[in-house]
């Protein structure tokens, strides 16, 4: 199958381990040299309305992609991966 970072943008990324949404596929990540796709980026959620920044972004390899369909894509990574670098962040504003 092929198709263009426009058809491809703004599909629906959804975990095949836990059948969470993980969100909306935003930018790629393109290897150079072999003009390859490296890995899919999913943009941070906005905190606070966008007040306070973004969480961080969900970068995914290629390589835990299952199946690209036409209005979404699986993906076979465990949510706690995904989310390990924003839990631990650091100080809240709150605490």
Do not use: A, H, Q
């Amino acid at each position: 199958m092929k198709c263009t970072f426009s058809e491809l943008r703004d599909r629906e990324v959804i975990s095949t381990s836990s059948g969470t949404r993980i969100g909306y596929i935003d930018d790629m990540e393109i290897d150079t040299e072999s003009g390859k796709i490296k890995s899919l980026i999913i943009c941070g959620r906005p905190r606070m309305m966008g007040l306070l920044g973004r969480d961080e972004d969900i970068v995914i390899p290629c390589s835990d992609i299952e199946k690209i369909g036409t209005d979404t894509v699986l993906v076979s990574v465990k949510d706690d991966e995904l989310y390990k670098s924003t839990k631990n962040r650091g100080v809240s504003l709150f605490e």
